[in-house]
Each structure stands twice: as structure tokens, then as C-alpha cells.
């Protein structure tokens, strides 16, 4: 008897997994046949977009840009894509990163030929579009189920993605897929959502295309498009761009001075040794980048710990080795208005790309700053200076070295690939902010550190500087 119950529940469930099956392949195709097939799309037309952790305070929305025209070319069979767009500057004055100020019109184009080893988050630009997601959903056994939200119905699709995170697309009572949303890995935020709406549907020669797209990641967005033109099965030829060029050997490590340490082979770090331990200037772009300066800074100055890491800003390009440095046990040096949200990022989950702090769970620590810090063993000294009147970053720190002279800046002057480039027309607001602190300071700079290090890995001297400025 109890055997014959057991089968009926084993048979009652595989039933439900079949019906479950053949409801989501019922309203994917009904959503396709609604909205139209489509083999390769181009549309067109603008808006803005946004550059993700580059606000000018970790409260503040990503800076905007203007998209003065937006083009995008999908070949859902390839599968590739192509975008070009021209932007402009769209915030005046400056506040924030991402480039700022672009001066006139700034052209980008990005074009992706999918193949097994394209990042699945380049891949959902195709795949989290109206169409692309019900393709993809077609063929990655998905789910489906109801749900009413805000008073609308929807029936909620799901399918997993390259990356393991669920990707779902939430499909209204006219059969249109209203929004794709899933999770992707952030070197800041973790399990970082990614979501896209689209609204305000349109007939395109028998196919149903949204004329508003709007893109976001972590709390805000980073896309927001009005379309004017869609082509609908248009011939779309993308190629591949040509293989990037192989990547030149890290240069060795520079002395500075009597234990002072210039790390280069990316964004350029400082190991300084103190007396009992390590202080690191700077912990950016990532984990591998964290590690190899860790590595680095542990070779040139043995047998001691890093006991800090001094943070420059809150910009993720800045701080995405910050989690690594936590799980070292280093301590966050940085200015107060940042504390509380590296506190958050120290307590996201990364479960889809698990790092060296998640796996840790080691509690960070941190010290703050106002307007001056001033670190030292007796023999060697960082003065730590909040810079004022800037507009990248409300907590922008820089740090200078008295006996060497030198002064570690990040993002205030990004100097040319070529020593000899002509100043601009216009001095960058922020090359002008940095002057402006080291007279106030009355700082005695020799050498410029700039953590975006040029190209040819040239010694940036002052008067470098000073010219860049008209001075």
C-alpha cells in the first residue's frame, strides 16, 4: 500500500514538472507569435547613459551622459551585436567620473561576436532583449509562473543563465515581454541585479518592438533610450574585431626611495615600509589586480604584513581590490563619507563568483579621514589630504610623501600616452582642482604619481603638470 502511495506522488509530480514544462513553452509562444519573430533587429535613436560606480559620492545616482544618437544592430542567430552611439557631456558642471568632461562629441562603439568564451554578461545584451529572451528561453527549459504586482498579472518566465543566476522575464496580459531581469557577479556589489524595461510597444512591419528601454545595475540606471527607427530582419553583418594586441610583460617595480615602492602593470600602487608592517596606497580594479600587488608588495618588503591600505575614492575602478585587501586583514584607510557604504560592500553576498572575502568572512576594519591624515613610523611619512574644490568625488583623496617629494593622485590628471601631447584648449576642471590643492597645501612636488599610469610608463614630473594647466 505504501509503495502505491509513493508512486502516485513520484507520478503526481512528474506530471506537474511536465505541465509546468508545457505551460512555459505555451506562453512563449504565445508572447513570440504576439510579438513576431525575429531573426536580426536594428534600431536607433537616444537618450542617455550612465557610468556605473563612478558617482561623486556613494549616495549619489551614476553620472549621466548624453546620447546624442544610439544605434544597435542584433543578430539573434550569429548571436552578435554592434553599437555605436555619440555622447556628450551631461552633467554641468562635472560631478563624478566616467571621463568627465567630455569635451564636444565623443564617438563608442562596442561590437561582440558571441562565442563559448564570451562573458555571459556581454551575452545578455542580446539575450535580455524582448525576443532574445524568449529564444533563449525556448531553448533553456524554462519555467513559468504567475504573479500579480502593483495590480497587473504577469506570467513570470524563468530560465538559468551561463552564470547560474536566474534570468526572468515577466510577460504582461498582451503577450509583451515587459522586463528581463537576473544577476551578475560585481566586483563591488556582489550578486548585483540587472534589469531592463521596456514600454511603449510599437508595430514595425508585423513585429512588436518597445520604443523605451531602460537599463539597470545595482540601484540605478545605466541605459535610458527612446527609440525612433526599428528594422525588423534587416541583413545584419557583424564581424568580429580584430584580437586585441597580446598584453606587454608587467615593468618591474620602481624605488622611490629608502623603502618606498612604485607598482606597476596596471593601475600603479605604492608599498611603503614601515617599521613593522606594509602600507599599500591603493587596492583597485580587482581581485586579480589586489593579489598581484599583495604579491608584489610582499616581495619587495619581506616577512611583514600589510597592515593598510589607503582607498583614494569610492569609484569602483578604485576600490574593487578593497574586499581582497579586507580578507588580507589589512585596514581601510579612506575618508569618512565612504566608511558606510565600503561597510555595505564588505557584508554583499558573492555567491555567483565567490571571492577571497566571502569565502573568508573576515570582518573588515577601517580608519577615517576628514580633512588631514597624517601617517608615519618615525622615518617614513604619508600625509593624507582630502582635495577640495574637485567635482570627481566628494571623498578624493591624495597622498603625499615629503622626503621623496612625490604625490600619489588619482583621476585629478590622467596624462597622455605620448610625454610630449599638446595641453588641451580647455584645462580639465579637475587637472585645474589639483594645481589649486598643491599651492594651497603648499606642497614641494617633484614627481606625480598618477594611479591611471600613462601608457609608455613614463616618470611624471610636475612641470608635466603645470604645463597640462596653461602654467
Do not use: C
Amino acid at each position: 500500500m505504501r509503495e502505491r502511495s509513493v508512486s502516485a506522488v513520484l507520478l503526481i509530480a512528474l506530471l506537474a514538472g511536465t505541465a509546468m514544462a508545457q505551460d512555459a513553452k505555451t506562453v512563449i509562444a504565445n508572447a513570440s507569435k504576439a510579438m513576431g519573430s525575429l531573426k536580426s533587429v536594428e534600431y536607433s535613436g537616444s537618450g542617455f547613459d550612465f557610468a556605473i560606480g563612478q558617482n561623486v559620492n556613494p549616495n549619489a545616482a551614476w553620472p549621466k551622459f548624453i546620447d546624442k544618437t544610439y544605434k544597435r544592430a542584433i543578430n539573434f542567430e550569429t548571436p552578435a551585436f554592434r553599437m555605436d552611439r555619440v555622447r556628450m557631456q551631461g552633467e554641468n558642471p562635472p560631478r563624478g567620473g566616467g571621463q568627465q568632461p567630455v569635451v564636444g562629441e565623443q564617438t563608442q562603439n562596442q561590437t561582440v561576436v558571441a562565442t563559448a568564451s564570451t562573458p555571459w554578461v556581454q551575452q545578455l545584451e542580446i539575450w535580455m532583449m524582448p525576443q532574445g529572451f524568449l529564444q533563449a528561453a525556448a531553448k533553456n527549459n524554462a519555467t513559468v509562473k504567475s504573479q500579480t504586482i502593483g495590480g497587473k498579472k504577469y506570467n513570470i518566465v524563468t530560465f538559468t543563465g551561463q552564470n547560474k543566476a536566474r534570468v526572468n522575464g515577466y510577460i504582461n496580459d498582451q503577450n509583451m515581454v515587459e522586463r528581463v531581469e537576473t544577476w551578475i557577479d560585481n566586483a563591488m556589489l556582489g550578486d548585483m541585479l540587472f534589469d531592463a524595461t521596456y514600454t511603449d510597444y510599437k508595430d514595425f512591419g508585423g513585429v512588436k518592438f518597445p520604443t523605451k528601454i531602460v537599463q539597470k545595475q545595482g540601484p540605478y540606471p545605466i541605459l535610458d533610450l527612446t527609440i525612433t527607427e526599428v528594422k525588423p530582419n534587416v541583413a545584419v553583418n557583424i564581424q568580429a574585431p580584430p584580437p586585441a594586441a597580446a598584453a606587454q610583460p608587467a615593468p618591474p617595480s620602481q624605488k622611490l626611495g629608502d623603502g618606498v615602492y612604485l607598482i606597476l602593470g596596471g593601475y600603479a600602487a605604492l608599498a611603503v615600509d614601515f617599521k613593522d608592517y606594509i602600507v599599500v596606497i591603493e587596492g583597485p580594479q580587482s581581485e586579480d589586480r589586489a593579489n598581484v600587488i599583495i604579491s608584489e608588495a610582499k616581495r619587495l618588503i619581506p616577512n611583514k604584513a600589510i597592515r593598510y591600505v589607503v582607498n583614494t575614492h569610492a569609484h569602483y575602478d578604485h576600490s574593487s581590490g578593497l574586499r581582497t585587501f579586507m580578507a588580507e586583514g589589512a585596514t581601510i584607510v579612506t575618508h569618512e563619507v565612504n566608511k558606510p557604504f565600503f561597510e555595505r560592500v564588505a557584508a554583499m553576498p558573492h555567491t555567483l563568483s565567490p571571492d577571497k572575502l566571502e569565502q573568508s568572512k573576515k570582518k573588515p576594519a577601517f580608519e577615517t579621514m576628514t580633512e588631514k591624515k597624517v601617517m608615519t613610523d618615525g622615518n617614513h611619512v604619508i600625509e593624507l589630504y582630502h582635495m577640495t574644490g574637485i567635482g570627481h568625488h566628494d571623498g578624493l583623496i591624495m597622498a603625499y610623501l615629503p622626503k621623496e617629494k612625490v604625490l600619489v593622485e588619482a583621476d585629478a590628471y590622467n596624462p597622455p600616452a605620448q610625454p610630449n601631447a599638446p595641453a588641451p584648449a580647455t584645462p580639465s576642471p579637475y587637472t585645474l582642482a589639483l594645481v589649486a590643492n598643491i599651492e594651497r597645501l603648499k606642497l614641494d612636488v617633484e614627481r606625480i604619481i598618477p594611479i591611471h599610469y600613462p601608457a609608455d610608463n613614463r616618470n611624471v614630473m610636475k612641470p608635466e603638470l603645470m604645463r597640462m594647466v596653461g602654467k
